[in-house]
């Protein structure tokens, strides 16, 4: 048998990435499409320890839709929440067609599968079968293609909503009560709901005004805010805002943390939402035709950034600060980003004046 490379992942012209290698019977394969490299290298290795089990390659033909999902999900190397998340997405598709041979599926009737999902999820499950699909040819599960002619176009972006003004934030926030300064706080420091949570007191640094963002609570999960533990965590500048936001919340001795639930735990982001934000925002007045909130908790983070573009702080700056990229901002924002030719013509004229000033004054 032919001894096997460890294959290649390559950035392919598009964008996408991919990966080839040669299998347990000497052959070329190659397969693309994949989003990031991380995702086309998980790939790859699973087609490695497929071919390395060439001996059982009838019996992956053999499989059935929920035969590979359920193989796929056992070497997916996601956390315990995510794979659930996975799983129950996969439901979806297999409930229909688990039964089904893989090289059975059509093309067509899994479009019509993922054209009548509801809109809430149908970018997530499409994906998830695209991933899917994709390791059953890596796998020599089928020669066929099925993830390519798998259309997902990304789901259409809710419409930024910020609050227009800081008479607007702590309106709301006084409807809130006790919870207002977290609303507050999160206008004035743009963090996501899931950086909010977990901040403890000890991630203040009051003398140099600074806040430091080390973690992230999400659907009951903690995790680190970089991508190891010792990452370098983000500094958030503290406005005077900001800091009389935090002078607001007595500190509690049952916990380190700054916003934290009646019982001293991380506050249930969703729970909170529907007893307290929703309740406070239509109080405020903030309401469409039927009644409905117009406002969401990420829109504080929204709000953050319209009002640093407003003052004229720099785009970078702010992206760095929020956690982002300029291109994000730009995407979201840029119909408020100021006119930027005009800007570097307005500050240089206005340095050259001054150096010429100072020439003047020697």
Known sequence: MPSIQRGQVYKLDGGSWAYRYRDEHGQRRQVGGF????????ALEGALRAS?????????????????????LAQHQVSAHRKETLRWLLRKVTDPFGAMLVRDLLPEELGRWAAGLPEGHRFEATQ????????????DVTERDLASSLKNPPPRRAEVQPFASWEEVEAVAVELGPWGPLATFAAATGLRPEELLPLERRDVDRQASVLHVRRVYVRGELKHEGKTPGSVPRRVPLSDRALAALEAVPPRLDTPLIFPAARGGYIDLHNWRYREWLPAVRAAGFVDAEGKATKRIYDLRHSFATFAIHALVPSFIIARVMGTSEAMLRKHYGHLLPDTDALVVERLNAYAAAEEREENAR
């Not at 989003?35 to 998980?42: F, I, P």
């Not at 390395?52 to 796929?72: H, N």
């Open 35 to 42: 989003r990031t490299k991380g995702e086309t290298r998980e």
């Open 52 to 72: 390395q089990g060439g001996s059982r390659a009838s019996e992956r033909r053999g499989w059935t839709l929920a035969q590979l999902v359920d193989a796929y």
């Open 128 to 139: 998830a079968l695209r991933q899917v699909l994709r390791a059953a040819v890596a796998w």
